[in-house]
Nanobody, 126 residues
Framework: QVQLVESGGGLVPPGESLRLSCQAS????????MGWFRQAPGKEREFVAGIKGNGGRPIYADSTEGRFTMSRDNAKNTVDLKMNSLKTGDTAVYYCAASNRLITSTQRRASAYHYWGRGTQVTVSS
């Protein structure tokens, strides 16, 4: 029902920054909880950051908190992920995800999100 399109990925050296964006369709964007996940080859999809539909304080994975910042703009139907001090371990495909029925205890689980973008590649390498 809702379509998500990520953008902003690319190749950057360690220590640099990138900003990812997710553009969502639909009239009820503000009712969706949004998440960022990432998946590297041979690894499970892991939680990066999440934010509820009405905003509030985002939550982060331990590996990204303090370096990454998630935000949303309900007037534009967008969510962003600013990534600072990138490490080679951040290399992955990054996915935007949405859920219109989510409780706080499941916010870090990929299975709690029912709508996904196609992903954008982030490669951190010198």
């Amino acid at each position: 029902q809702v379509q998500l399109v990520e953008s902003g990925g690319g190749l950057v050296p360690p220590g640099e920054s990138l900003r990812l964006s997710c553009q969502a369709s639909g009239q009820a964007f503000r009712t969706y909880s949004m998440g960022w996940f990432r998946q590297a080859p041979g690894k499970e999809r892991e939680f990066v950051a999440g934010i509820k539909g009405n905003g509030g304080r985002p939550i982060y994975a331990d590996s990204t908190e303090g370096r990454f910042t998630m935000s949303r703009d309900n007037a534009k139907n967008t969510v962003d992920l600013k990534m600072n001090s990138l490490k080679t371990g951040d290399t992955a495909v990054y996915y935007c995800a949405a859920s219109n029925r989510l409780i706080t205890s499941t916010q870090r689980r990929a299975s709690a999100y029912h709508y996904w973008g196609r992903g954008t590649q982030v490669t951190v390498s010198s």
